[in-house]
């Protein structure tokens, strides 16, 4: 595939509006099951895209018949996987995109994982859904902030990390139960490694944001900012991919997405003495 995409627009309308999804599969073609797609020629890039996710549906709808268009312009080989939090606990966003990884991993050897919150859709296709040398933050410019960064250390909305990179940061915390803060304890996991987020220009990576309030399932977490000021640095190595654990409902390919549905309970932060030992 050509180095720079020959097929991209620029500049796109965005719609919120609610479609059938009989109707997007009737527009979105040659795909293959689970959300997946190659493009006619061969490409370098193998990307998963991982959507936490519960009780959107209109959102979903949105979102899909607005993101495969890009992504088949842009000539990456990609799968989209919905990751479905069910049962009663609080949303946990950042342990569902761990379990997104494991999942997105036992179906193929994606080399670069693209972590995105289902309410956001890009106004440009040329913000390449690949990945960089950096990690990329991909969403760093949002019509709810008047496209404006809020501040310097925010990793959240859309994040690319190659799959290394992810490993090499233990993936996202468990600890954040409920709205908040686990994307500023992903920019303090790649800061602690050595690695430096990158934006591109924002003229590219705008993104307009589905308006809603913050469910009850999903409200604000109280303690988000006592554990990102005493324990998320202390934590990473203890908690993340290495302590992952999930109840797995399911497994369907949609046409349309891969959807994995998943009861999530608290997992204990591993005891760094055990660890030690351990290794």
């Known amino acids: 595939c050509p180095t720079k995409p020959t097929g991209t627009i620029g500049k796109l309308a965005v719609d919120f509006k609610p479609v059938d999804i009989e109707v997007i599969e009737e527009e979105i073609q040659d795909l293959q099951p689970g959300g997946e797609f190659y493009p ?8 998963a895209i991982i959507i936490p996710y519960r009780n959107r549906e209109d959102q979903l709808k ?11 312009r842009q000539n990456i080989h990609y799968r989209i996987f919905v990751v479905n939090q069910v049962g009663e606990n609080k949303f946990n966003r950042a342990m569902l995109m761990n379990v997104g990884y494991a999942e997105a991993m036992k179906v193929f050897n994606w080399t670069c994982l693209v972590f995105h919150d289902v309410d956001l859709l890009p106004e440009d296709d040329r913000g390449m859904y690949n990945c960089d040398q950096a990690p990329v933050h991909l969403s760093a410019y949002i019509d709810k902030f ?34 908040g803060g686990e994307d500023d304890d992903l920019y303090m996991r790649v800061s602690k490694v050595g690695l430096k987020i990158t934006r591109y220009p924002k003229e590219i990576c705008r993104y307009k944001m589905f ?3 913050h469910e009850a399932s999903n409200a604000k977490n109280k303690n988000r900012k006592k554990y990102l000021k005493k324990s998320s640095l202390k934590n990473s190595k203890l908690d993340g991919l290495n302590n992952l654990r999930y109840n797995l409902d399911g497994v369907i390919s949609n046409y349309l997405y891969t959807n994995i549905t998943v009861r999530l309970e608290p997992v204990p932060v591993l005891n760094a003495a055990k660890k030690t030992r351990r290794h």
Request: aromatic share 16%; proline share 4%; charged share 20%.
């Open 40 to 47: 006619n020629c061969t490409t370098s890039h193998d990307v």
């Open 62 to 72: 949105a979102f899909l018949r607005h993101l495969h268009p890009v992504l088949k």
């Open 146 to 179: 008047k496209y404006k960064i809020p501040y310097k250390k925010i990793f959240g909305g859309v994040s690319v990390l190659k799959t290394w990179q992810l490993k090499k940061i233990n993936g996202f915390s468990n600890q954040f139960w409920g709205w």
């Open 211 to 213: 308006k809603h309030e």
